[in-house]
């Protein structure tokens, strides 16, 4: 499939986000950068269990691999997920308006994928959130090798929530339900709030052991 982005080569999904094509885009990005986020959770997981030394959070450890993957899997998905949202989009918009009838079937079918461009990127922020969350017990209980990987990985996590903010807020801007609007962008001020605070409580982890 054309929008299978996560199968690419690194190198030839940075030459598409860098053409002229409107998608993938910011959203698709954000979701990427997200996915980084967990696989470098997953990796300070993978550098603690097994060793000796750190037999007493084994299990934390543990539980903290299998969120981190799941996490991981979901936010690959969406680095597809954003790009087709915004081609259904582009799809409506096309749609004919010569009639008044005409009119108000494009209008009903733009705002609908409107809101699925918009619950893509509001899926990214909140996944970005729960990456967050696992950065700190990570910094914390981890291999103290890998805590630099903890520290990259929630200021990943933070950027893709800001990133995705970003995707949802454009959208929103053409959507007329304006309960939908309000709601949505109360769901991202929690998670930006949330994201900005565990950055920092990671930070000051990551760097009191460096």
Request: charged share 25%; glycine share 4%.
């Amino acid at each position: 499939m054309e929008r299978a982005y996560a199968e690419w080569k690194v190198a030839s999904y940075l030459d598409k986000l860098a053409s002229g094509d409107p998608e993938p885009g910011g959203g698709s990005a954000a979701a990427l950068v997200g996915a980084a986020a967990a696989a470098l959770v997953t990796m300070v997981t993978e550098l603690t269990l097994g060793k000796e030394k750190f037999a007493s959070v084994e299990e934390a450890m543990s539980d903290l691999k299998s969120k981190a993957e799941a996490l991981r899997s979901e936010l690959t998905d969406l680095v597809s997920r954003d790009a087709e949202a915004y081609a259904q989009v582009a799809a409506a918009m096309k749609l004919p308006r010569d009639t008044e009838e005409q009119k108000s079937e494009r209008t009903r079918q733009l705002q609908a994928a409107l809101k699925q461009a918009a619950e893509v990127p509001l899926r990214v922020a909140e996944a970005a959130a729960e990456v967050a969350r696992l950065c700190l017990p990570a910094a914390q209980l981890g291999n103290p090798n890998a805590v630099s990987d903890a520290g990259v990985a929630v200021v990943f996590a933070e950027a893709a929530a800001q990133a995705a903010a970003l995707n949802v807020k454009i959208n929103l801007s053409w959507i007329e339900d304006e309960y939908y609007n309000r709601s949505s962008w109360a769901k991202v001020e929690a998670v930006l709030e949330e994201t900005g605070r565990l950055r920092e409580e990671v930070l000051a982890v990551t760097y009191g052991k460096l």
